[in-house]
Nanobody, 120 residues
């Protein structure tokens, strides 16, 4: 069964840090690109960070550049989003998205989302 399970969210004060994890089962992350998105109340879902299948390319939204880092542990089949110097405007539900291939056919799957709240 293909599944993404996110963890690591919660409440943090401005300036603090959190690390989100996204564990995959039923497929291999390294077979495709992986992304983190977020959706704040009343706003559209936006791309936060992405990583190519070969771990050689990463992209970030301008609003998080220099503060967030996407990484992947292929042995654990887990993707991470390290978030630092968090701001109240980073408050959102964060989603992990995976593009992967099985027997040559491309698929896309999403995690269930996890809440991150930045507030004093």
């Amino acid at each position: 069964q293909v599944q993404l399970v996110e963890s690591g969210g919660g409440l943090v004060q401005p300036g603090g840090s959190l690390r989100l994890s996204c564990a995959a089962s039923g497929f291999t992350f390294s077979s495709g690109a992986t992304s983190w998105y977020r959706q704040a109340p009343g706003k559209e879902r936006e791309l936060v960070a992405s990583m190519g299948s070969a771990d050689t390319s990463t992209n970030y939204a301008d609003s998080v550049k220099g503060r967030f880092t996407i990484s992947r542990d292929n042995a654990k089949n887990t993707v991470y989003l390290q978030m630092s110097v968090l701001k109240p405007e980073d408050t959102a539900v964060y989603y992990c998205k995976a593009n992967y291939r099985r027997f040559g056919t491309p698929y896309v799957t999403w995690g269930q989302g996890i809440q991150v709240t930045v507030s004093s």
